[in-house]
């Protein structure tokens, strides 16, 4: 089964998620629907200082936005801000230093932005790391699940009660399209059991949990528009460390960070995006299935809700 998932999701990919893909589908993307002011709102952007989250801050930068860049290195990040500051006209931009994996830090950052904060628009949770062999954080967490779930988890839930001040807030997750790969796994969520470790499954798997945590925040709190969604196969810098192999065959097939950080751009921004409910998974600006066919990926209720329940259990320990 996972040979014929594997194949089937690269076939898939080079159709839909390479340079062509995104080519093929943005014909029939409306331009207006970027043509959106974006003055007076507050975006938060995790992992902005580089790759697809740069793309997203300067993107909304150029619409007015008030931007809100959380990075992990401090020296990258205001690289990035002045950058993002010359293209897009714009000072609004302001720079929050946090590492993802320490979940009693991203409490603490949530917290103190909720205090210092009036408002928050939109939240786009693009921050996440693929670790090639098992890492524990100094909290005993498998890095890359610290990174990509738990701490995605415990920054959109620490901010929800802000998020819910701004009318028709939005929660952004950039997930990807690997995980169509992987059935959800909720009892090696640190992959103990995972022999060989293997990085890029470990990474597909969450996010899958990523979608799963999508769909079943967006049923917890319909005052709020959640999504997420896949970039397709991009030229980030994060690609070509983590995947070199990947990125040397599929170079000149890739999409630029631009095309990847469209459709994230759109959900965040976008009226037309608020016209499909809320909790869905999106390729090029259209809502597609978060399964393969004929894959068995599909699992039952029961296990997404151990799922949510494992993660809040987490995040009250590490509060």
């Known amino acids: ?9 690269f076939l898939k990919g080079l159709k839909e998620y390479t340079r062509g893909g995104y080519q ?3 014909k029939n993307f409306k331009e207006q629907d970027l043509d959106v002011d974006c003055t007076g709102r507050h975006y938060m952007i995790t992992g902005a200082n580089s790759g697809i989250g740069k793309c997203i801050a300067t993107e909304i930068a150029k619409r007015g936005g008030n931007i809100h860049m959380v990075c992990r290195n401090s020296t990258t990040a205001e690289e990035a801000k002045k950058e993002i500051v010359e293209i897009s006209g714009n000072e609004n931009v302001f720079v929050h230093i946090l590492d993802m994996s320490q979940p009693k830090s991203v409490h603490q950052f949530a917290n103190d932005f909720e205090n210092s904060n009036e408002s928050l628009h939109a939240l786009i949770n693009n921050a996440g790391c693929m670790v090639n062999q098992r890492e524990l954080t100094e909290d005993n967490l498998e890095k890359n699940f610290a990174t990509n779930t738990l701490g995605t988890y415990i920054l959109t839930r620490s901010l929800l009660p802000l998020l819910k001040k701004s009318e028709k807030a939005r929660v952004v997750i950039v997930t990807s399209g690997g995980m169509l790969v992987q059935k959800l ?6 992959f103990e059991k995972m022999n060989p470790f293997d990085g890029t499954m470990a990474y597909a798997q969450n996010k899958r949990q990523q979608v799963v945590m999508t769909e079943r925040l967006a ?6 528009h959640f999504s997420c969604m896949h970039p397709g196969w991009a030229d980030t810098p994060a690609v070509r460390s983590s995947m070199p192999d990947f ?9 630029t960070p631009e095309e990847g950080a469209d459709t994230a751009v759109w959900l965040a921004i976008s009226p037309s995006a ?3 409910k ?3 998974f999106f390729q090029d600006r259209t809502p597609v299935s978060t399964h393969l066919p004929l894959a068995w990926t599909k699992v039952c209720s029961d296990v997404e809700e151990k799922l949510m329940k494992s993660l809040e259990e987490l995040a009250v320990q590490f509060s």
């Open 24 to 26: 093929a589908a943005s």
């Open 219 to 224: 049923v917890q709190h319909p005052e709020i």
């Open 278 to 280: 809320s909790g869905l």
């Open 247 to 255: 990125y040397n065959k599929m170079k000149d097939k890739l999409r």
């Open 274 to 276: 608020e016209l499909h």
């Open 185 to 190: 796994n909720t009892d090696d969520l640190q």
């Open 1 to 9: 089964m996972s040979l014929f998932r594997n194949t089937v999701w």
